[in-house]
């Protein structure tokens, strides 16, 4: 199915498409055949057993609500094995910040940041290994989802993952250290609720704010891939899986 622009409202008139808005010519009631938001509702219920449902929030971003499902206790479980091999750290950005959020990373090679820059890196600067390889679950959900979403055969090389403690956050950035930008970014969300701020092109533009839960899958390429996102400071809680913590994890095609 190929993505459906009419109904998409552009980010300057405020406004987000969301799924359940009633417009004239889609289905407004349960049972309807399509979302109408060009998303391929085969694979979003071919996913899994839970409640789901999808925002778009521009013409290359969907929210896949709950999309992880089942697959998300598992995928915490492997982020428990990996970062045995590959510890979270807080790396410094370029001016020298430690960044509240602590970070990993799977596969064939993973994102840093130190005073020397940002970049993409083959093996761990803590412990000079390789990354770990990236388990074959999460190279299957980052697929599945990229296909839902429109993005036929995408491959992840590499899966950057960001712990969140309470009061920890990520300024405003654009992700721009991947050689091909016309590759979408796959994120998983996992644990507490984050608010994400969704901006323009420009720093300066105006952000929609989204709240990510637990099994939240987005899906950003094309037209959005270079807007300016953040996520603001976790808010206290406790979540059944993870305790006082937010993971999520970033599927890129980095190489
Ligand atoms: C970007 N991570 O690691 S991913 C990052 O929740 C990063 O840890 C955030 O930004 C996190 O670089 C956000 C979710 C996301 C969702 C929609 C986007 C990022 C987006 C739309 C456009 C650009
Ligand atoms: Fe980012």
Redesign the pocket.
Known sequence: MATRLVDWKREKECDVYLASKPSPGRPTCPGGQSAGLGVNADLLADAGGTARWVER??PG?V?LRGFAGETAAAIWAAVGRLTKLAPFRQMQTPGGFRMS?AMSNCGEVG?VTDPAGYRYAERDPDSGRPWPAMPELFRQLAATAASAAGFADFVPDAC?I?R?AVGAR?SR???RDERDLTQP?V?L?LGLP?V?L?GGGQRSDAAVR?T?THGDV?V?GGP????????LAIKPGEHPLLGAC?V?L?FRKAR
Request: zero cysteines.
């Open positions: 929030l521009g971003t929210v959020v994102w950057l960001n969140y990520m950035h654009q992700d970014i994120s969300s984050a994400f969704f989204v990510l987005v950003w959005d891939r270079l807007r300016y996102h953040g996520v937010r999520n970033t």
